[in-house]
């Protein structure tokens, strides 16, 4: 599994190199950045020293090559917006996206979870169809939506919860259940399904055979078997968190890569922009790497070598 | 009800007397019916089902596929599927007590450690994810409260008790890395872990390859006169019946038309469907698996099940009675029971 790990790991290089490759293009072919970042008063000779800064006079493949050298070094220039190493910039924020993404996810998966548990034991029962309607409609319900439904009911409302910004844990919940329900309606819906095709199976009808209660085989037996769906959708899924992420953040201006890579896109700090995106990719790789080997983790089956 | 008929047959009197349960046997059922509610409507996969199995006896029970011997199976592990299936009359009276309206954390204590059952498929009935020896030990840790040092020594030497080859490093192992005639092994161990008094073996050879079966069959026939326990052997195999079962008895379309000690079934078959499975049976000692052999027709539709007995669209000797009324299980001969309308008049050709 080790080994796997690391082969996988070694292939990291090379999806970074058709990340960096789509982000430069896209982001050269668009227009000159050196339009927006300087103003109208600017000299001639601003523009020519801005240009050469950026190599923006060189051949585009030449521009490539310097962009990955400096990309080998972690070197994406300087933010045009905050004058400062356009990395360390993203890096800034970095902390700010995990804890509301990693908070958001948490609460969508163990809600989801026991949800999708609950639908599955009282299948086309109350709870059930209660639960699995409000999913259905809450798939196709635009996210950032509720989040400003929360806002005006929890804190210009109520008054309980702070609008936005960061802070303590109570700028966190508006936030991260916003982005919850992001993924929460499938990981309901997913949870059901699995869960319910997994009681099914022989092994189940035999874990009772011994004696087993039937919550004990519920939660020792069924649920693992059914985490491996859910995995898998989540793996495929890390993009819309992103992008959850970066609606969310803006929402409720909390200070996080999503919201950076926003401002810096209407801005075209392109450096930004592209150490944004491929520490992105980083986490989307690795995060799929993760799911991958917490699935071989529970199903011995998908063990290789 | 056609069943009424019964009581206007001669041996009325036996057949009343049998409804009552037998104190001295370990298993009584009387008049079990399973009905099952499904999208195509409701049906009774089981119909006023009794018999008997006394402690230490194995009995043999044989039928084509769908005559409702899992199910059976399953009612007396009340283990049902919980929407589609209940049990809709009788009483399963196990070591002296009724099961059926047991709570279910009654059955519990019930399950796994006093009534064992295996299953016929041992590629499935095995969580995938996780390895022999937790398998071994939940049953032996729920049922005995063993810590998990005593019980994996418990599950190594019940894994040395099936014979399974290497046994401590099986426990390490998954499913998936052993065979199916291992896999049976283990189910087999799994279901004795708390020495039950009663195994249910629902086709336990079905799934395996000849060679395999033999083994399978002769280890669990060791381990009967081992550990004594009864046996209930669901199998479409009539071989395996002759070489392991004390008693059979029959089943067609939910119903048991003939019961029998093992010798006395094969040398006077009573019933005509039991008698089409004999007759058209590969001889014992040929190579070939005797599977059940195919008698012409088709089992019935539980939704479409014929007026009078089951058996008669398939029956060369129906009559007209045959097609009016449900003939009733009556005992013909010592300990001897059939369930067919021309039953004297075959008995004496
Ligand atoms: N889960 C189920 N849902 C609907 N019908 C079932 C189910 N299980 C069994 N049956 C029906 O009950 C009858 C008896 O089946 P079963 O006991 O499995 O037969 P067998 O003698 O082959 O073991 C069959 O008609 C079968 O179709
Ligand atoms: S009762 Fe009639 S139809 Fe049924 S098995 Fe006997 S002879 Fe055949
Ligand atoms: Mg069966």
């Not at chain 1, 026991?114 to 086309?124: K, P, S």
């Not at chain 2, 079966?213 to 026939?221: M, S």
Request: net charge neutral.
């Amino acid at each position: 599994m080790l080994a796997y790990a690391a082969r996988r790991l070694m292939l990291l290089p090379i999806s970074l190199f058709l990340v960096a490759l789509v982000t430069f293009v896209v982001l050269r072919l668009t227009g000159n950045p050196v339009d927006i970042f300087l103003d109208v008063t600017s000299t001639p000779e601003q523009v020519a020293a801005l240009t050469e800064k950026l190599h923006l006079d060189e051949p585009i493949p030449i521009q490539f090559l310097i962009f990955l050298r400096d990309l080998a070094q972690g070197d994406f220039g300087v933010s045009l917006q905050f004058n400062e190493p356009a990395l360390s910039t993203v890096f800034q924020r970095l902390g700010g996206t995990l804890q509301l993404a990693g908070t958001g996810l948490l609460i969508a998966i163990v809600v989801g979870v026991i949800l999708g548990l609950v639908c599955a034991v009282w299948r086309d029962r109350f709870a059930d169809l209660a639960i699995s309607s409000v999913a259905v409609a809450g798939q196709s319900m635009p996210s950032f939506w509720l989040g400003i439904l929360l806002i005006q009911l929890f804190a210009l409302k109520l008054g309980w919860l702070p609008t936005s910004g960061a802070g303590g844990w109570r700028h966190m919940i508006l936030p991260a259940v916003t982005l919850a329900t992001f993924l929460l309606p499938n990981i309901i819906l997913i949870t059901r399904a699995s869960v319910l095709e997994m009681s099914g199976e022989q092994f189940v009808i035999a874990a009772r055979a011994k004696g087993l209660s039937r919550l004990r085989v519920l939660l020792t037996h069924v649920l693992p078997v059914s985490l491996n769906p859910l995995l898998s959708f989540l793996g495929i899924q890390i993009g819309t968190l992103m992008g959850g992420s970066i609606i969310t953040e803006t929402i409720f201006a909390w200070p996080g890569v999503g919201r950076l890579m926003l401002t810096s896109i209407s801005n075209r700090d392109v450096p930004v922009v592209e150490a944004g995106v491929l520490v992105i990719a980083v986490g989307i790789v690795l995060t799929n790497l993760a799911v991958d080997l917490l699935q071989m983790l529970i199903d011995p089956r998908i063990r290789r070598h | 009800m056609a069943d009424d008929i019964a009581t206007s047959h001669p041996s009325r009197v036996v057949a009343l007397a049998e409804a009552a349960t037998d104190a001295r046997a370990l298993l009584s059922v009387r008049d079990l019916t399973v009905e099952f509610q499904t999208g195509q409507g409701r049906f009774e996969a089981v119909h006023r089902v009794g018999f008997d199995v006394a402690k230490g006896q194995v009995l043999g029970v044989v039928g084509e596929s769908g005559s409702g011997k899992s199910v059976t199976a399953l009612a007396l592990m009340r283990l049902l599927p919980d929407h589609a299936a209940r049990i809709s009359g009788g009483r399963i009276v196990f070591d002296g007590s009724d099961i059926v309206p047991m709570r279910e954390a009654e059955m519990c204590r019930i399950r796994g450690r006093r009534i064992g059952m295996i299953f016929q498929d041992p590629t499935t009935s095995l969580n995938p994810i996780f390895t022999i020896g937790h398998q071994l030990r939940e049953g032996l840790r729920v049922h005995l409260g063993l810590g998990r040092a005593a019980a994996n020594r418990r599950a190594e030497e019940l894994l040395n008790l099936v014979r399974l080859p290497s046994a401590r490093a099986a426990l390490d192992k998954y499913p998936h890395e052993l065979s199916g005639g291992m896999r049976q092994r283990v189910m087999i161990a799994m279901a004795l872990a708390c020495e039950p008094q009663l195994l249910i073996a629902d086709e336990p050879t079905t799934a395996l390859d000849v060679t395999t079966q033999a083994q399978i069959l002769e280890l669990l026939r060791d381990l009967q006169q081992q550990m004594g326990m009864a046996i209930m052997l669901i199998t479409h195999d009539l071989g395996v019946v002759a070489e392991f079962a004390d008693a059979v008895q029959v089943m067609y379309a939910g119903r048991i038309v003939e019961r029998a000690p093992v010798s006395r079934l094969f040398a006077n078959p009573a019933h005509p469907y039991t008698q089409g499975l004999l007759y058209s049976m590969p001889a014992l000692e040929e190579e070939d698996p005797p599977v059940l052999p195919a008698i012409p027709g088709m089992v019935a539709s539980p939704f479409a099940m014929p007026m009078g007995c089951p058996f008669h669209p398939r029956c060369a000797l129906a009559s007209d009675v045959c097609r009016a009324a449900v003939p009733p299980l009556n005992p013909i001969a010592h300990a001897h029971s059939a369930a067919c309308w021309h039953v004297d008049a075959m008995m004496a050709a």
